[in-house]
C-alpha cells in the first residue's frame, strides 16, 4: 500500500534531481511518553537492524521522549513503504508514535 506521507518525500527528493536508485542512510524519528517505552523501541529497532542516532525529550508534548534512528536503505516507494509499516508496528507495540524519515539528496550522475 502506498503511504502519502511518504509518496510527498520521494517527490521532494525527485524534485531536487535525485532519482531514488542508490541506498543511502535514512533518518527516522518516533516519539513516546515515557523513556521506558523509548528505550524498549529501542532496543527493538537494533533487532531490526538500526542504529541510535540520538535521544531527544521536548517538555510540554503529549510523546515528549523522542529518538532518531538511522540505517542505510533503498529510498524506493516500496522499500520506504515497507519500512514505514515496520517502524509504526514497532513504535505503536511500545505505545509511541513513528514520525516519519528524512534522507539526504543523491543526485543522478549525468
Known amino acids: 500500500m502506498v503511504n502519502i506521507k511518504n509518496k510527498k518525500v520521494l517527490q521532494q527528493l525527485e524534485q531536487y534531481g535525485d ?3 542508490q541506498s543511502r542512510q535514512v533518518l527516522h524519528w518516533a ?3 515515557n523513556q521506558e517505552d523509548r528505550h524498549a523501541f529501542i532496543r527493538e529497532a537494533e533487532q531490526l537492524g538500526y542504529q541510535l ?3 531527544s ?3 510540554g508534548h503529549e510523546r515528549p521522549y523522542g529518538v532518531c534512528i538511522h540505517k542505510v536503505h533503498n529510498v ?3 522499500s520506504v513503504d515497507l519500512i514505514f509499516t515496520e517502524l509504526t508496528e514497532a513504535a505503536e507495540s511500545c505505545g509511541g508514535e513513528y514520525d516519519g524519515w528524512e534522507a539526504e539528496i543523491i543526485r543522478a550522475v549525468q
Open 19 to 21: 532519482d531514488l536508485k
Open 31 to 33: 516519539y513516546f511518553k
Open 57 to 59: 525529550e521536548h517538555k
Open 53 to 55: 542516532g540520538w535521544e
Open 76 to 78: 524506493d516507494q516500496n
